[in-house]
């Protein structure tokens, strides 16, 4: 399995929007995001189904980002509104069994490299 490909960070003011796209070579997971912040540990953002029926949000970010994915496209996406400064970090996705793994971090397969997302005030 080739590791995943995230892209579509960058810098946005407080109250902006930005979209990830994390495109993939393989299906038939789950897939979740995940960031990372200078100093801190990686944590799980958002989670969706194998079929994109299901998904999970961390709470810090539930009613302003929505997961979302084209398995024709091997792809997955992040639609971030109402951007705050807490949410700059470098963005990862990664695959997992279901939704329940990828919010505990049992993902399977290789990390990509990360797209950067930085929030100014």
């Known amino acids: 399995q080739v590791q995943p490909v995230e892209s579509g960070g960058g810098l946005v003011q407080a109250g902006g929007s930005l979209r990830l796209s994390c495109a993939a070579s393989?299906?038939?997971?789950?897939w979740g995001w995940f960031r990372q912040a200078p100093g801190k540990e990686r944590e799980f953002v958002a989670g969706?189904?194998?079929?994109?029926?299901?998904?999970r949000y961390a709470d810090s970010v539930k009613s302003r980002f929505t997961i979302s994915r084209d398995n024709a496209k091997k792809t997955t996406y992040l639609q971030m509104n109402s951007l705050k400064p807490e949410d700059t970090a470098i963005y990862y996705c990664?695959?997992?069994?279901?939704?329940?793994?990828?919010?505990?971090?049992?993902?399977?397969?290789?990390w990509g490299q990360g797209t950067q997302v930085t929030v100014s005030s």
């Open positions: 990664a695959a997992a069994g279901n939704i329940a793994a990828i919010a505990a971090g049992r993902t399977v397969g290789s």
């Open positions: 393989f299906t038939g997971y789950a």
């Open positions: 969706i189904s194998d079929t994109g029926s299901s998904n």
